[in-house]
């Protein structure tokens, strides 16, 4: 069984240790859903609390994001067999550090899309050490992801498709990796996702790529290969990993 490391900073005094016990318990979830083994340790005020492995090096970043108000400082980085991610929350002084001997920690996440809220060992981490509200949105959205990333593709669409009747807003939500999600399981919801994305993100290129990947599964040629072009005609030229899978795609339409 694959291992994750995962030391957990803490600058000032927790509040009660029940946080780190839930925090356990979700990552032992997520342990058995990703089939991995995960281990983790407590560092509180530079005193060890609880090791239970030893850390690799830490990734490069970082990105910036907002959760309930508060600001999100995250790092990630993988190679084919291991996998990085950091997660800081400046105004409560807590952070996560989580090192994998597989890339499946943030592979499974996509966190190449820009959303740190797709890790499902972040979230956990936000909620239950952090303290900050849950989002059930978010973690059905991750359940998706995780089904999809082992390829249980029926039950990664129930799940999506449940999510987008309890909360219809997702239609109309600027969520990248959602759009991955829909176009990867083909589901015609990624009309209205995909509208909005590429409106407030017209140059990103991975938002066209899903896209045209939906509609070529769709037999929509012509639009697929529309957008695949807005990708490898960019002025000027992108540098970015979209670029070679759009060209892919393109030779098998022409």
Not at 50 to 64: I, S, T, V
Not at 95 to 116: Q, Y
Not at 201 to 209: F, K
Request: aromatic share 8%; proline share 6%.
């Amino acid at each position: 069984m694959r291992a994750i490391a995962i030391a957990l900073f803490a600058l000032v005094p927790l509040a009660a240790q029940s946080r780190f016990e839930k925090f356990n318990r979700d990552v032992a979830a997520i342990q058995e859903q990703l089939r991995i083994k995960i281990s983790t340790a407590v560092v509180e005020n530079g005193r060890l609390l609880w090791k239970l492995d030893a850390f690799g090096p830490k990734p490069a970043g970082p990105f910036q994001q907002t959760y309930s108000d508060e600001q999100i400082l995250w790092e990630f980085a993988q190679t084919d067999d291991s996998s990085y991610l950091t997660v800081n929350v400046p105004s409560r002084k807590l952070k996560l550090d989580a090192r994998a001997s597989s890339p499946a920690m943030t592979e499974a996440a996509h966190l190449e899309d820009g959303n740190i809220l797709r890790s499902a060992v972040a979230l956990a981490f936000l909620v239950d050490v952090v303290g900050l509200p849950p989002s059930p949105r978010d973690e059905m959205e991750n359940r998706a992801l995780t089904a999809l990333y082992l390829g249980q593709r029926d039950q990664s669409a129930a799940i999506i498709g449940e999510a987008l009747k309890k909360f219809p807003e997702l239609e109309s939500s600027d969520d990248l990796t959602l759009l991955h999600l829909l176009a990867d399981l083909h589901l015609p919801a990624i009309e209205s996702v995909a509208t909005v994305v590429l409106m407030k993100h017209p140059d990103l290129p991975a938002a066209w790529l899903y896209y045209g990947k939906y509609l070529r599964s769709q037999r929509r040629f012509r639009e697929a290969t529309l957008c695949f072009k807005q990708i490898t005609e960019h002025q000027p030229p992108l540098n970015d990993p979209a670029v070679a899978e759009a060209n892919k795609e393109l030779s098998t339409l022409e």
